[in-house]
């Protein structure tokens, strides 16, 4: 590690992904719902793998320049259009419930012991392409120890648009070497270290892998090696 975490003071960190097993919670959550009505097995994966592709196609036309919409409506157009593409039939109130997935959202197994010794040496923030809703029900059903919560919504664009980390820069009163933004997903780690913010990629399954040019401030295998890596 080239850098000296002693000027580090906020830590940025992606939630979606990254603290929570937002794949995982999604397909288990639609493979239980789709048996409820179908009496079908199978489907949880590929319904949640499809809807989470349909989700990123809508947020990434909207970075590009369509109008913004928040990410429960978001969620909610793409899981019907999910279901149809998987040839399911659930019906409204079901799909209405599922859209709101993202609520209930569980923690990986590190995430909460290691963001309370983060918490006492950095001070945590949440930015998210997640809405504040989201982000509150996330943190309260997991525990997670938050100082501050940040979405996207506050600016009306989604990330990785640079007006999201501006947004993070400028209400923390923090200079961009002062920070990191710590993520699963090396898209989001290539636009916050575009803005100067140093960068934290954790490993996670299914999440996203670096490519070859990529260069990462830090790299770990969970959040459990970043508190070792970034405070013994």
């Known amino acids: 590690m080239a850098i000296d975490v ?22 288990d959550e639609f493979e239980q719902a789709v048996h409820d009505a179908t009496g079908q097995s199978g489907h949880g994966k590929p319904l949640a793998a499809t809807w989470l592709d349909e989700c990123t196609r ?7 320049g369509e109008s913004w919409a928040p ?24 799909l209405d419930r599922l859209a709101l997935v993202t ?20 001070t945590l923030v949440a930015l998210s392409n ?12 997991g525990a997670l120890p938050w100082h501050c ?7 009306r664009a989604y990330k990785p648009d640079p007006v999201v980390y501006e947004m993070a820069l400028d209400l923390l009163r923090v200079e961009p070497e002062q920070s990191m933004l710590v993520a699963a997903h090396p898209w989001d780690l290539r636009a916050a270290a575009q803005q100067g913010i140093r960068t934290a990629y954790v490993a996670r399954a299914g999440e996203g892998t670096p490519e070859p040019t990529d260069v990462f401030d830090v790299e770990v295998d969970d959040l459990a090696h970043l508190a070792r890596t970034l405070i013994d």
Not at 6 to 27: H, N, Q, W, Y
Not at 58 to 64: D, E, K, P, Q
Not at 71 to 94: K, M, P, Y
């Open 6 to 27: 002693r000027k580090i003071r906020v830590l940025f960190f992606d939630v979606l992904g990254t603290v929570v097993d937002e794949a995982g919670s999604v397909a």
């Open 103 to 122: 609520h209930r959202l569980r923690p990986w197994p590190d995430a909460a012991s290691a963001l309370r010794v983060l918490s006492e040496r950095f």
């Open 71 to 94: 990410l429960e409506e978001i969620n909610r157009l793409a899981l019907a259009t999910a279901v149809e593409q998987q040839g399911l039939t659930v019906d409204a109130s079901a």
């Open 58 to 64: 809508r947020l990434n036309s909207i970075v590009a």
């Open 149 to 155: 919560v940040l979405s996207s919504e506050l600016v």
């Open 130 to 141: 997640a809405t504040t809703a989201i982000l509150a029900d996330i943190g309260r059903r």
